[in-house]
């Protein structure tokens, strides 16, 4: 199961820095959640051509996950770990985002 809780406590992760630490917002947002479900298509049709049991080109452990598979024999962990990944990487590119608007605003202020 060292897949499962990897993937776990790196999604919990993403989102408690979200929540204690970054404070972007982007969680709350519209946006975020349909860019995630577009990344979340393309996840399917991806990982479901890797992972399906009938000719899988990446094979996991039986010991290191559930073996929860959804659909096309996609291990639930991947979902889990493709949401840290991406909310990740999101995250902290709306962070920086933001820097660079303070950034701008306090030059224009200085003026």
Same mark, same amino acid.
Request: proline residues 3%.
């Given at each position: ?9 790196? !999604?919990? =992760?993403?989102?408690? *820095? ?7 917002? &982007?969680?709350? +947002?519209?946006?975020?959640? %349909? !860019?995630? =479900?577009?990344?979340? *298509? ?7 051509? &890797?992972?399906? +049991?009938?000719?899988?080109? %990446? ?53």
């Amino acid at each position: 199961m060292a897949y499962t809780v990897t993937a776990v406590v790196a !999604a919990v =992760a993403v989102v408690a *820095l979200e929540l204690l630490w970054l404070r972007t917002g &982007l969680l709350r +947002r519209r946006s975020f959640w %349909v !860019a995630y =479900a577009i990344c979340l *298509l393309f996840q399917v049709l991806v990982d479901g051509w &890797l992972t399906k +049991r009938s000719a899988a080109i %990446v094979r996991y452990d039986p010991d290191e996950i559930t073996g929860w598979r959804v659909p096309w024999d996609i291990p639930v962990e991947d979902y889990v770990y493709g949401f840290a990944l991406v909310t990740l990487t999101l995250l902290l590119w709306e962070r920086r985002r933001l820097a660079d608007l303070r950034e701008r605003a306090s030059v224009r202020s200085a003026r």
